[in-house]
Structure formats: C-alpha cells, structure tokens
C-alpha cells in the first residue's frame, strides 16, 4: 500500500528564517511526486511535480528535491505570504488505479 | 482563478435532505476526480472518471453518487447522510487519467451535516 509521510507536522519560522519540510514515501514504482500549497478553506494549488531522483524544481523562495525515498521542500527567506498547509502527494501504484495519495501536510506559519 | 470550479462553496444539509455538487473545469482536461478532506486526515480519493467513465471508486458508501454527463462536469449526488461527512470536498481534474500528469483542484465545497 502506497504511504506519504510528512513532517513536521506543524512548523513556526520567523520572516527570513530558512527551513526545510520532509516528505517520506513508500510505493511500489515511482511515477511522479506531487508538491501542493493549501490556503485555509481552499483547494489545493499545484507547486511543483518531480519525476527521478536528483531532480530539483525552483519558483520563488521555494525549492523541491528528491530522493528514492523522499522529497524536501526548502523554503529560503520565507515571508509572511508563504504561510500555508503544504501537501505532498504521489500517484496511486495499484494495478492502473488513478488519483493520488496524499500526506497529512506541514502546516507553516512565517511570523512577521 | 484555477480553471476548475465548484457550487456551491457552502452547504448545510439534513440527514434526510438531498442534495447535489457541482464541479465544472475548463481546461480541456479529460480525468476528474473527486477527494474528501476531514479535519486532521489527508484527501481521500473518493472517485475517479476518466473519459466520463468511471475507474476508480475508492470503497465509498452508497450514499455518496457521482455522475459525469461529459469530460467537463463532475457531480456528486449526496443522500441519507451522516454527520461524520461533514467535510472539504474537492473536485480536481487532469489531462488524462495517467497518473503522470499534475491534477488541479477547485476550491471546494465545505459541507456540513446536521
């Protein structure tokens, strides 16, 4: 069975303050791993998407990367705006099902 | 604006009422999808259509019926519900039904059952 693991689960930072957020996944053939931005009592909003390992996507203050068995989402200089739950997702890996699985997410808070 | 829309954004509903979703995308996309998100649990994929067929029904009580007239709208018939639906839920679509294509999402549609 497919699983995503995301810590932490909840992340304070200070404006300017750099950290990094950690996605664990477990699937039986890699086919792609989803990077999501949730606003409260919104949908998600699609960031980035990494296919092999040692893959890097770059937007903004935001920088993906992965590995065979995890992503990391770095946030360089964060600001107040970047506040949100981030959502880590993979394909579903059983027999040609469709969808995604999804992460429980990081909730970031960037404090003025 | 994510080129995937849903009605209504809020819904208050009986246990005995019956009502429907709307979800609506406009990029030429030929996969939707519908997800539940409950309070401190990941999106639960519910269903998935993929060239208004549906591939996908993720072991989701009777009381939850999708339907998908064309590769551009989504509905989610809701009967007979229970308070523990009370939830986001989210329609999101892509280009196919491969998983190899990023899915975008509506903004939801916030559900409340009393």
């Known amino acids: 069975e497919d699983q995503v693991t995301q810590s932490p689960e909840a992340l304070r930072l200070q404006e300017g303050e750099s950290s990094s957020l950690n996605c664990s996944y477990t699937?039986?053939?890699?086919?792609?791993l989803f990077w999501y931005r949730q606003d409260p009592g919104k949908g998600p909003e699609f960031l980035f998407t990494l296919y092999s390992a040692g893959e890097e996507k770059e937007k903004e203050r935001l920088k993906a990367t992965l590995t065979k068995k995890e992503s990391f989402l770095h946030i360089t200089a964060p600001k107040p705006e970047d506040s949100a739950t981030y959502l880590c997702?993979?394909?579903?890996?059983?027999?040609?099902?469709?969808?995604?699985?999804f992460g429980k997410g990081t909730h970031l808070i960037i404090q003025p | 604006e994510t080129g995937v829309t849903q009605t209504p954004r809020h819904l208050v509903m009986g246990m005995t009422n019956k009502k429907s979703l709307k979800c609506e995308q406009h990029?030429?996309?030929?996969?939707m999808y519908w997800y539940k998100q409950s309070a401190k649990k990941p999106l639960e994929l519910m269903f998935v259509y993929n060239f208004k067929e549906q591939t996908e029904n993720n072991s989701v009580p009777s009381r939850f019926s999708p339907e998908c007239p064309n590769s551009s709208h989504l509905f989610l018939h809701l009967h007979t519900l229970q308070p523990e639906d009370s939830a986001l839920y989210l329609c999101?679509?892509?280009?196919?039904?491969?998983?190899?294509?990023?899915?975008?999402f509506g903004q939801g549609t916030r559900l409340t059952v009393v």
């Open positions: 997702a993979v394909p579903n890996s059983g027999g040609g099902a469709d969808g995604l699985t």
């Open positions: 990029l030429g996309h030929n996969a």
């Open positions: 999101a679509s892509s280009l196919t039904g491969t998983a190899n294509t990023e899915a975008f």
């Open positions: 699937v039986s053939g890699l086919r792609g």
